[in-house]
């Protein structure tokens, strides 16, 4: 049984999944002497510890709903708006004057000089003989309690304008404060650790099962998760409840693995909260520009925010990688382990993206030890859809930047060709031979005729006429894409793209399954094919992604750098992404690497937008212009000059202005209700610090935050 509760589909399907042999060696790069540093022992986020209290702790954690973006484990909410704060200095002196104001009131009605009036209300409700008993008891009772009485109505009465209990909350209370009680575990039938849920599904033996491996520290924060997923295929319908029973009573914490076997990853870089498939990125800056409900917060992201796709842009060495993109790459191999989610991770070789045992399809292209390759046309069974995923990745840059442009005469070219040879070979083209049916090479071409022509298909032969009579003609795309698909047919990937079945394809038809996959472009000397293979991966996660029967699985695509990639086709596919269980995370180092009509349509398509430190002022701007504006209170201070009229007067302000060295003036405040930028393009290029970003977020839902500061290294 698989983690989604279903049979391992890797049989049945084309593309394998199995982790590629490959030693981790990115970890012996910075340790002494060569040698791998240790291996982690335990999770950052909810570590075992001995006999599973870490464990139960973070299992019993409370997880409190919050607005997006809010680190939500052990959170304790905070008021919408930001309370009233006295300074200190102003407070304690306010209390000391309240004070004394208080004795000073006691000690002028007690010595008679206000009057005796303050005694009347005692005299109107009290009979004479308690006013004048001999009776030394009922004297004290009477006038000492009305005393005490009428001491304490002083007293509350200064105390509440002098802000006693403020006072008392900060210096005082939190010095009284016991040390807190340990937390006694909840009730069984609202323990997490005893798996109600699964007790009230009739699967009271899988519970008791698991309840005993968190209890003896057998359990891990991936292992509930998986778990959890596999109960919840079980509730769908989608697997028997007695299959799944009988495989957590025989395996525990290990049952309904992933199909590779991990229960983890080699090492956590970041800190993850796998109950609520957040990954934390770091703290929102305790600012004024903050809403007062988030400062202070941790900030994370999980799949209901990447889920709208996230674009991060920031100049090289903002921390784009390292804070970003690893971090939620992380998070989604973690998810993919217990059976979450589905991501293809792409860069250039060394950039930084995770070991290869964290993944369990390496894709090295250009690389002669690769164990796999990558499906040039995605696994398309229908020409047409090959053809326009392969037009959107060799020619979809060089499309009209309008957002209501397309490739279609490029897609037209290549289905001219793609349909008659698959119908002769019963596959598609090698690049080689992709090449040569481009150039219009008449060997190929007579092949191709005269196999069609065997077969009696006259639909065909009248598509290869059509491209045959284009040829040579002004205008024709067809020399322009032989051009494109000349830069994937170099020697270093001779051994790449392979149609014949002799190499291990990668399709992304494969994003059904739990799979984790990185590919990595040959960036060094292959810049433009480097490109071109960005924007084909991309193509085709989107094509694959909006395909896929099971949207259970949250599918997402992790591009480190992508520059050209953006195309007028790539920026509706995104949008479609959302009602599909899918995302994009994307990185530019300036949005100048997009065409300016497309700069606006991508910041729309997206729902969270993250600008990091060194922004330059034209890329600020367009943030600015899509953060929009907010209304805002204002004060503005006059201080006008007093003139003085009488000599008494002109004689105190010649002695002020030599005691203060400042002329006399009164002050005027004005209050105003204006509309600003949230955050302007100056602000956002040299007001963020290093290591800090503004980002916004948007859910699946359609809740969104406001542009937050944040501290990426908190």
Known sequence: MTTDGTQDARGTHATPVPRPASPPAAFAAGAPGGAVPPRPTRAPGAPPGAGGDAFLTWLRTARPKA?????????????????????????????????????????????GYLGGWWIVPLELFTPDSWRYSDSKLVNLVVWDGYTL???????????????????????????????????????????????????AGGAGAAADRLAADAHAGLMKDIDAARIARAWRSVRSGNNSLAAFTDAVVRDGAAACPHPSGDRDLPARTARHDLATAQVRLGTTVDDPRNPYAYRGTGLAVGPD????????????GSGKTGTVVWPIAESLCLQALAGRAAVVVVGAAGAGLGPADAYDVVVRIGHPDSVYDLDLYGGATDPDEAAAVLAEALVGDLADPHPGADSRRSTTVLAQLLGPYHAVHGRYPSVPDLRALLDGDPAPLGALRKALQEAGREGLLRELDARERQLGHPGDVGAVLADRIALLDRPAFAAFFDTSGRSTPFSLRALDHPVRVRIDLPERGHADA??????????????????????????????DDATGTVTPEAVRRVQRLRSANAGVVMTLRTLDDVPRPLRTPLLGAVGCRMALSGLTPWDGQDFAEVWGKEWTETRDVTDRQIIAETPAGKAFHILRRVI??????????????????????????????????????????????????????G
């Open 67 to 111: 607005a997006p973006g809010i680190w939500r484990f052990g959170h304790a909410p905070r008021p919408e708006v930001e309370p009233e704060v006295v300074p200190t200095r102003q407070l304690l002196t306010g209390a000391g004057i309240a004070f004394l104001v208080g004795w000073l009131i006691w000690s002028l009605l007690n010595n």
């Open 305 to 316: 925010l990447i889920g709208t796709s996230l674009l991060a842009v920031g100049p090289a």
């Open 149 to 199: 009485l009428v001491v304490l109505a002083i007293m509350i009465g200064v105390g509440k304008v002098g802000r006693w209990g403020e006072v008392w909350r900060r210096f005082v209370a939190p010095r009284l404060r016991r040390r807190e009680p340990v937390e006694q575990p909840p009730p069984p039938e609202e323990d997490p650790a005893q798996w109600p849920k699964l007790r």
């Open 660 to 713: 203060t060295g400042n002329a006399p003036t009164a002050r005027a405040v004005t209050v105003r209700q204006v509309e600003r930028e949230r955050w302007s393009a100056s602000e956002l290029a040299h007001a963020v610090q290093p290591g800090h970003a503004v980002l916004s977020l948007t859910d699946v839902r359609g809740e969104h935050a406001p542009p937050l500061l944040v501290d990426l290294r």
């Open 530 to 559: 480097s490109r071109i293979l960005a924007r084909l991966v991309l193509a085709q996660f989107t094509s694959s992604a909006a395909a896929r029967e099971d949207r259970s699985l949250f599918a997402c695509l992790v591009l």
